[in-house]
């Protein structure tokens, strides 16, 4: 890309639009990844209710022995980036190139949004139930409360739940004479980018671009999916060598896993494909 000299430019840089994280309330970070590249979890499961006899020896029902079952996590998203800025053209543009300035946008605009989407794509790919059917302005609430309603037969905590909604989702489900007549879309800014709640869910409206094709939006407990960051490392070499100017660089480790005994506590809705 040319660069864009600064003799019939303003100073102000035309900023884009981007946003912080939004998928901070659909994950946790309960597991440590310290010093190590993969983790086990461990999951035990229950024992069957017996009627219990007053006779004979295994009044309690025969004993059955409990066994451990394993999921392995292991990292994968290692990603990076890099970039110069010359200090002839840093000095060109009336130091509008600056490099820190530079890198806060090349985070918030690339690093933020890859995150997000990965974890969105991990956390429906991975979910409990997936429901795909047509909806409209007529049906969206109904596809809402259904989706609440499964996590509330699979026992989980559904005022603990975020819902994250497509944009085109959103307006279906505002426009739903159901939703005005019935939902609480009360004005609470507790979670970063929530709009309100719908019957006590935190609702917080992502760009399509953001979930997967045709997902119109997601309930989940962050319970389900842990988001381990393990390095985010960026730098501001001045004067490299080889380099009259600034090299920028940036690493982030991370990656997303959705825990096999809590895959219940996620549902996700898509639109029938067209």
């Given at each position: 890309?040319?660069?864009?000299?600064?003799?019939?430019?303003?100073?102000?840089?035309?900023?884009?639009?981007?946003?912080?994280?939004?998928?901070?309330?659909?994950?946790?970070n309960?597991?440590?990844?310290e010093?190590?590249?993969?983790?086990?979890?461990?999951?035990?499961?229950?024992?069957?209710?017996?009627?219990?006899?007053?006779?004979?020896?295994?009044?309690?029902?025969?004993?059955?022995?409990?066994?451990?079952?394993?999921?392995t996590?292991?990292?994968?998203?290692?990603r990076?980036?890099?970039?110069?800025?010359?200090?002839?053209?840093?000095?060109?543009?009336?130091?509008?190139?600056?490099?820190?300035?530079?890198?806060?946008?090349?985070i918030?605009?690339?690093?933020?949004?890859?995150?997000?989407?990965?974890?969105?794509?991990?956390?429906?790919?991975?979910?409990?139930?997936?429901?795909?059917?047509?909806?409209?302005?007529?049906?969206?609430?109904?596809?809402?409360?259904?989706?609440?309603?499964?996590?509330?037969?699979?026992?989980?905590?559904?005022?603990?739940?975020?819902?994250?909604?497509?944009?085109?989702?959103?307006?279906?489900?505002?426009?739903?004479?159901?939703?005005?007549?019935?939902?609480?879309?009360?004005?609470?800014?507790?979670?970063k980018?929530?709009?309100?709640?719908i019957?006590?869910?935190?609702?917080?409206?992502?760009?399509?671009?953001?979930?997967?094709?045709?997902?119109?939006?997601?309930?989940?407990?962050?319970?389900a999916?842990?988001?381990?960051?393990?390095?985010?490392?960026?730098?501001?070499?001045d004067?490299?060598?080889?380099?009259?100017?600034?090299l920028?660089e940036?690493?982030?480790?991370?990656?997303a896993?959705?825990?096999?005994?809590?895959?219940?506590?996620?549902?996700?809705?898509?639109n029938?494909?067209?």
């Amino acid at each position: 890309m040319a660069i864009n000299y600064a003799s019939k430019y303003s100073q102000k840089i035309d900023e884009r639009f981007a946003r912080e994280a939004l998928s901070g309330a659909a994950v946790n970070n309960d597991y440590d990844f310290e010093g190590a590249q993969s983790i086990n979890v461990y999951s035990v499961p229950t024992a069957e209710m017996n009627d219990y006899s007053r006779t004979g020896a295994n009044r309690y029902g025969a004993p059955a022995e409990i066994e451990n079952e394993v999921q392995t996590l292991k990292m994968t998203k290692d990603r990076s980036f890099t970039f110069t800025i010359d200090r002839g053209n840093f000095n060109d543009t009336q130091m509008a190139n600056a490099a820190g300035a530079a890198l806060q946008r090349q985070i918030r605009e690339v690093v933020v949004p890859e995150i997000d989407t990965y974890r969105f794509k991990v956390i429906c790919d991975n979910a409990g139930t997936t429901k795909t059917e047509t909806v409209t302005k007529e049906t969206a609430y109904d596809a809402f409360l259904t989706g609440a309603a499964a996590l509330i037969d699979a026992s989980v905590p559904i005022t603990e739940c975020a819902a994250f909604v497509s944009s085109s989702f959103y307006k279906l489900i505002k426009e739903d004479s159901s939703f005005i007549k019935s939902g609480d879309m009360a004005q609470q800014m507790l979670v970063k980018g929530q709009v309100g709640m719908i019957d006590g869910i935190a609702v917080i409206v992502v760009p399509s671009s953001y979930l997967p094709e045709n997902v119109n939006f997601i309930i989940t407990h962050k319970a389900a999916t842990t988001a381990p960051v393990k390095l985010s490392e960026y730098k501001i070499h001045d004067n490299p060598p080889g380099i009259n100017g600034w090299l920028v660089e940036g690493r982030v480790y991370y990656d997303a896993f959705v825990l096999g005994e809590k895959a219940d506590a996620i549902y996700v809705h898509k639109n029938a494909a067209v």
